[in-house]
């Protein structure tokens, strides 16, 4: 991959029906990414090595997904300084709540930028991805703002559609 992307991190296959809208909306922005399957736990050096290869050839955001003990954003951070943005996955019996205590507490000085649990924390994820990016990328910024009004624009027509039944 040539040029600047993000690279989406989820510790198995399993997450992947949650994190497939973080890529949506990156696709959607047209912004490069990257999906690799990689674990915190269970393959370490693989997760690290990845790390520092993504880095190389242009990686300037990654996305960690990971659900119950949810050590991959961390993991994560602690190989890079470049930005690290945590989504919690809700699975698991306390439906998402301990990766989002896991994705947070952070010790000071390997920040991770933590979202939403769940599918609208991975849809953040990406737009925070893109407005990182879009520091350094006129037309990238004009997406994202055109995302935004387009959103509001569903709000609005969705308000006045309610109002509409209401008379």
Known sequence: ????????????????????????????????????????????????????????????????????????????????TVPVIGVPIDSGPLSGLDALLSTVQMPAGIPVATVAIGKTGAKNAAYLAAQILALSDVELAERVKAERAANGEKVQAQDKALQDSLR
């Open 1 to 80: 991959m040539s040029g600047p992307f993000v690279a989406i991190l989820m510790g198995s296959e399993s997450d992947l029906k949650i994190m497939q809208s973080c890529a949506d909306i990156l696709k959607q922005l047209q912004v490069s990414y990257e999906i690799k399957i990689t674990s915190a736990h269970r393959t370490p050096a693989v997760t690290q090595s990845y790390i520092a290869d993504a880095q190389e050839r242009g990686c300037k955001v990654f996305i960690s997904g990971a659900g119950l003990a949810a050590h991959l954003a961390g993991a994560t951070a602690a190989h890079t």
